[in-house]
C-alpha cells in the first residue's frame, strides 16, 4: 500500500519481504512511479531491482487505484525466469480491477 511516497507491504503470501519500498525504486515501486503494469521476465536484469526473496526471478506488478490516484500494487513473483506474459499481464490487470471495485478503501486505506 502507498504511504507518504513509499510502499509498505499490506496482505502477502510467501516468503519474508521487503517492508518499505520507495516510489521509483524496484519493480514495485517503478511500477508506481509510472503508473503501469511492470512484466519482468528476469528480475537480475531489471535495473534497481530489490531482491526482497532470493528465491525470485520473474514478477509482474499492477498498480492500484482509487478515487483517480494510485494506492498500492499487485506483485506476483515467481522462482521461474519468464514465467509470466502479456496474457498474466492482462488478466492480472483485470484482478486489480475487481479489487479496486471489491474493496472498502475507506476503512482499509488511511492517507494520513
Known amino acids: ?32 512511479s509510472k503508473d503501469e503494469v511492470q512484466l519482468v521476465g528476469d528480475v537480475h536484469q531489471f535495473p534497481g531491482h530489490i531482491a526482497c526473496d532470493s528465491a525470485s526471478n520473474s514478477e509482474v506488478v ?33 484482478l486489480a480491477k475487481i479489487i479496486e471495485c471489491s474493496c472498502d478503501w475507506d476503512e482499509l486505506y488511511v492517507t494520513a
Open 1 to 32: 500500500m502507498l504511504h507518504q511516497n513509499e510502499l509498505l507491504l499490506g496482505p502477502f503470501q510467501g516468503r519474508l519481504a521487503c517492508v518499505h519500498i520507495a516510489v521509483g525504486k524496484g519493480v514495485c515501486g517503478t511500477a508506481v
Open 62 to 94: 499492477v498498480p492500484l487505484h482509487w478515487q483517480g490516484k494510485i494506492i498500492g500494487v499487485l506483485d506476483i513473483d515467481s522462482p521461474i525466469l519468464n514465467r509470466f506474459d502479456e496474457t498474466d499481464a492482462c488478466e492480472l490487470e483485470q
